[in-house]
């Protein structure tokens, strides 16, 4: 296999505190990486960088792992604008709003399901994320669920069975005869295709108990759990994510002390989604109050047609920064490093030897920059698996 080596990067985040300045980050400065195949095989000053078959001169750039994703909703169809519009008209976010997605994902082929998924991996790429998960969830059927599965499979590992985003319309008035479908049959078809199993555990969506059920339904059939917890007001998710020891526990937007507390304590990553708030105009997640009690907290884009529809992890790392508490420092590990803590990955998320080859460039000398310039397209140069991409 050919050697390439990128050098002279101004910063380099590796994300591995022995190396560099012994941070979090693992800063090195007038640095140099080595790619071999898709693995990192060599991090260190760039006069130090060994012989390889190729050298690409970075000119002063920041690098940076790529990012990982661990939170998506992107096997849909159709569009929420009015419903966003309204929203930004004084309209509150109500969880129902996802019926709507619900009848046009439904209606929609498996090519255009498959080729909106492509579009916006591809939009996502072009802004640094490497690693992204992705839910089932707006079919709400054994058939559309399984499909939409199949779908995600085609574009990532990372599948997240989600039957229990809210009751389906078809059993509105049966909410319990929905929970046993989605731990029955539903679970039966769709966990072959499935890494994990998620359910939206909310006033309006489900309680406790029902969410209980289904991931324990879900753990029997080697699904590993995570949960949409604490979104739109104080419930029993969180509690429940460290107890049944899930990756994550995603939104945490309204936390008590015993929730800030278990979720410092436990090992379930509590995984912030900066553009729900953003979209919502609502409480914004204290990320500062997370990080103190010792939580490992990630970022992602919850991209989504109705509550986030935003691919861009550049700007969910300038929001957790502008109004979570975050550090720059912290929220560029939260957005490499904490995704792939959600993931129960290791193999992403840092630039050491043995790691993926997942690398950015930034049109800036400093990781810092996403933060100080938001909305600038910083992005210069992708490497997924040791291919360069963008």
């Known amino acids: 296999m ?10 380099l985040v590796t994300n591995d505190p022995s190396l560099g300045n012994g941070t979090p980050l693992g800063l090195i400065q007038d640095a140099a990486v080595v790619i ?3 693995r990192i095989v060599w991090t260190g000053e760039s006069s130090k960088a060994p012989a390889t078959d190729n050298v690409l001169d970075a000119a002063g750039r920041a690098a940076i792992p790529g990012f990982v994703d661990s939170h998506s909703h992107l096997v849909f169809a159709g569009d929420r604008t009015q419903e966003f519009n309204a929203r930004m008209s004084g309209q509150p976010y109500r969880a129902g709003g996802i019926r709507t997605t619900v009848a046009a994902t439904r209606a929609a082929t498996d090519e255009e399901l498959s080729a909106n998924v492509a579009r916006y991996l591809a939009e996502a790429l072009r802004q640094g994320t490497t690693t992204f998960e992705t839910k089932s969830g707006y079919g709400l059927t054994v058939e559309d ?5 199949r779908i995600a499979g085609r574009h990532t590992d990372e599948v997240t069975y989600l039957g229990a985003h809210i009751v389906s319309p078809d059993y509105a008035d049966d909410p319990a005869g929905y929970v046993d479908l989605v731990t029955g049959p539903m679970l039966e078809a769709c966990a072959p295709h499935a890494r994990w199993i998620d359910v939206f555990c909310e006033q309006g969506a489900f309680d406790g108990d029902q969410a209980r059920a ?15 917890a604490n979104q739109l007001g ?16 995603d939104h945490c937007t ?7 507390d278990a ?8 995984t912030l989604l900066p553009g729900a708030e953003f979209s919502t105009r609502a409480t914004w997640p204290d990320a500062r109050r997370l990080l103190d009690a010792g939580a490992t907290v990630a970022l992602s884009t919850d991209c989504n047609p109705g509550s986030s529809f935003t691919s861009s992890m550049p700007f969910c790392v300038a929001l957790a920064v502008r109004d979570m508490g975050m550090t720059p420092d912290e929220a560029i590990w939260s957005a490499t490093a904490g995704g792939a ?7 992403i998320g840092r630039i050491t030897p043995g790691a993926r080859a997942d690398l950015v460039l930034l049109d800036a000398p400093s990781h810092v920059h996403l933060a100080y310039r938001p909305g600038v397209p910083l992005v210069s140069a992708v490497w997924r698996s040791g291919q360069r991409v963008v």
Do not use: C, F, M, N
Not at 2 to 11: G, K
Not at 254 to 260: E, F, G, N, P
Not at 341 to 347: H, I, V, Y
């Open 2 to 11: 050919t050697t390439t080596a990128v050098t002279h990067i101004a910063s």
């Open 36 to 38: 071999e195949g898709d």
């Open 145 to 149: 669920e399984a499909r939409a599965l």
């Open 214 to 228: 289904i991931l324990t339904a879900g753990l029997a059939k080697g699904l590993q759990p995570r949960i949409h």
């Open 234 to 249: 104080y419930g029993p998710g969180v509690q429940l994510a460290v107890e049944l020891g899930a990756a994550s526990a």
């Open 254 to 260: 309204h936390l008590t002390d015993a929730d800030v």
């Open 263 to 270: 979720l410092g304590q436990g090992s379930t990553v509590a």
């Open 341 to 347: 803590a959600a993931l129960r990955r290791t193999d």
